[in-house]
């Protein structure tokens, strides 16, 4: 009969299994620097207030990307992607890249889209759940049908940058 293991052991070392500090005062896992600037966003902002307003300002903004995150997370379409991601930092640079196209007064400081979605072997399917959480996400808070249009039309030449396969 097989003996278990001794308890000993530190199977995280036996398997060189790294452990990830977070940034104490973000909780972000730290990433290789790179060049920060608003053109990694994807898209040019709308003109003045009233997209921004449609979407309730920088908090109605900030409600529907927390939503939009946990969507993506539970959905089993897509779940596996975002699997071992950092979700604080997703969710911030997601409100950022939002806030910023929608003129809602932020700068966006994450990596450009190419960078940020390589090696995750994404397929239209995905990017298509992807939409529709952030299609559920805009309809749950409120936002116009036509004013969701117009962002997403802001946000589909990215697809080229996302989708891989």
């Known amino acids: 009969m097989q003996q278990p293991p001794a308890d000993t052991i ?5 398997f060189s299994v790294e452990t990830v500090e977070r940034d104490p005062s973000t909780g972000e ?13 994807g898209a040019v ?9 449609r979407f ?5 903004i900030r409600r529907i990307v927390e939503r939009f995150v946990d969507l993506n997370f539970a959905d089993p379409r897509i779940a596996a992607i975002f699997e071992g991601h950092d979700e604080v930092r997703l969710r911030r640079t997601l409100f950022e890249q939002f806030c910023y196209i929608l003129n809602a ?3 966006y400081t994450g990596r450009d889209m190419r960078s ?4 995750l072997g994404s397929r239209k399917a995905d ?16 936002v116009p049908f036509a004013a969701q249009n117009r ?15």
């Open 10 to 14: 530190d199977w995280d070392e036996e």
């Open 29 to 41: 896992v730290p990433t290789d620097p790179y060049d920060q600037s608003n053109a990694n966003a």
């Open 45 to 53: 902002p709308f003109e003045g207030e009233s997209m921004a307003a």
């Open 56 to 60: 309730g300002g920088q908090d109605g």
């Open 105 to 107: 007064g932020c700068d």
């Open 116 to 119: 940020s979605h390589e090696g």
């Open 127 to 142: 990017l298509n759940a992807v939409v529709e959480n952030l299609q559920q996400a805009m309809h749950e808070e409120g």
């Open 151 to 165: 962002l997403l039309a802001k946000l589909a030449p990215m697809k080229g940058d996302v989708v891989e396969r």
